[in-house]
């Protein structure tokens, strides 16, 4: 059984009509044939910012916006003349405070049973929002593409050969500079993917293993700097590159590929081949005599033929032979790390013996400076080392401490055991090293400001000496220093 409800009563045309209008959140305006407002609901009136009253004094003409209006007057008159029965623009209108309004226009007209216009039915849907959207997305395109392009050719340009590729080591993109690398190792093409075999050798342009290649180690997740390679079959033509590489992640720190960089250092590598070769030729010629200078020199300053005078003089020649000759094992040294020959021969040793031979030898130096060496050295105290290199140690540590000193100063040397390792310190009393530059007083070649300032000669090589020998033994240098008030360097070395 179907319950019968009493049907609603029918409401007229024109109510309906007004009660759509009026609660409608689409703007809607019923438009006179002149383009003047009849009528506008409460949604067109906030959308404008017009109270009713106003917009009735206004046509459409008036709030559009100029550079609008010539497409809208078109397509309104082409409607009167019924060319076209209704159209659909998207057009910007002025509200009353000034701005501007986007909004999509949909426009039919209404005639009587003779075709005469009675007027226009509009409505008006507030795109602002999305067309502040869709601008500032257009915003952000233009910029991101700025930015590519940019990226782009800073990529291409650069004079470093780049090479990007995935998590599975293929290749995503290179420049130009690497593909002139690539040309080099692979002749016969490129598959584009990490550890294909081919001309790329290592330090020692040795066949390069297929673990060792950088953009296989990247493809792992390593990150490293200047890892040194050849590319090129010809060995007189290969190239030698400097590469690094840093890890490509995504936003939940997974590896998603790598990113390497190839610097070509060929002309900085032969230079510094040519340099050593150079260095180590001089150092072996300078080496025989001065040696048998300073034995002649010692002969004479044990002499007791020579003059009070004439002592003096073998004295100063003594000193400044042995400043050259600790100069020249500096530089020997130097070009066999280069060489990357074994630093160190160990052998049973008296290490106390060792650094009071040193200290006799810088007595001359610290003499002439008014610098006097206080000592606390054991009696004895064997080891296995190599003397001769840890003599070196003593010499140029030394050597530092009398050079850096004022006169009157004291440079005190101890050497104890303490547990496992024995440990010397020198300590000196002199101008000491600005805090900036103690990070880089082992580098070599490195000439602090202090150095320059008091004019004290060298090659920066000593300190860095000093530690290549102390951790070809195990053991470990490091060093303490108060501008103004001295320097202490202290050696660790196991037993």
């Not at 130096?365 to 296995?384: E, F, H, K, Q, Y």
Request: with cysteine.
């Amino acid at each position: 059984m179907v319950a019968e409800m009493a049907p609603a009563p029918a409401l007229e045309t024109d109510e309906l009509w007004r009660l759509t209008m009026e609660h409608s959140p689409v703007g809607m305006a019923i438009v006179s044939p002149s383009g003047g407002f009849v009528t506008a609901n409460v949604a067109l009136c906030e959308m404008l910012g017009h109270d009713a009253d106003v917009l009735a004094t206004l046509s459409f003409q008036d709030i559009t916006h100029p550079d609008d209006l010539d497409t809208d007057l078109r397509l309104f008159a082409q409607t009167l003349a019924g060319e076209i029965s209704s159209y659909r623009i998207t057009k910007r209108y002025l509200r009353a405070d000034g701005s501007i309004l986007v909004g999509d226009l949909s426009v039919a007209l209404l005639r009587d049973p003779m075709g005469t216009p009675i007027h226009f039915i509009s409505q008006i849907v507030d795109l602002s929002e999305r067309q502040a959207f869709v601008d500032r997305l257009d915003a952000a395109e233009a910029a991101a593409d700025a930015d590519r392009r940019t990226a782009q050719a800073v990529f291409e340009g650069v004079a470093v050969g780049l090479l990007q590729i995935d998590a599975q080591g293929r290749y995503v993109a290179t420049n130009g500079r690497h593909r002139e690398f690539l040309d080099l190792a692979f002749p016969d093409g490129h598959h584009g993917r990490a550890g294909q075999a081919g001309f790329a050798y290592d330090a020692d342009q040795r066949l390069l293993a297929h673990a060792d290649m950088p953009s296989v180690r990247a493809t792992r997740g390593e990150e490293f700097d200047d890892v040194r390679l050849w590319v090129g079959e010809d060995p007189h033509s290969r190239r030698a590159l400097s590469v690094s590489a840093r890890r490509v992640l995504d936003r939940s720190g997974e590896l998603t590929g790598a990113v390497l960089a190839y610097h070509d250092v060929t002309d900085l590598v032969r230079a510094m081949g040519v340099k050593d070769e150079f260095v180590s030729t001089i150092s072996h010629e300078l080496r025989t005599p001065l040696t048998a200078a300073l034995a002649y020199l010692e002969l004479l300053d044990e002499s007791t033929d020579v003059t009070p005078e004439g002592s003096q003089q073998v004295t100063a020649a003594r000193r400044n032979m042995l400043r050259l000759s600790h100069l020249v094992a500096d530089l020997l040294f130097t070009t066999r790390v280069s060489a990357g020959s074994p630093l160190v021969d160990p052998y049973r040793v008296d290490l106390a013996v060792l650094l009071c031979e040193a200290v006799d030898a810088a007595s001359l130096d610290a003499d002439s400076r008014g610098v006097r060496i206080s000592t606390s050295v054991p009696n004895a105290l064997p080891a296995v080392a190599d003397g001769m290199r840890l003599r070196q140690v003593f010499d140029n540590l030394l050597c530092n401490a009398i050079a850096y000193s004022h006169e009157g100063c004291v440079v005190t040397v101890d050497l104890a055991v303490r547990a496992e390792h024995v440990v010397l310190t020198v300590t000196d009393e002199g101008t000491g090293i600005d805090a900036s530059e103690v990070e880089q007083v082992f580098d070599r070649f490195y000439r602090g400001e202090n150095a320059r300032r008091r004019q004290v000669s060298g090659t920066g090589l000593g300190l860095t000496i000093v530690r290549s020998i102390v951790e070809a033994h195990g053991g470990v240098v490091s060093l303490e220093s108060t501008l103004g008030e001295g320097t202490s360097v202290c050696v660790l070395l196991p037993r």
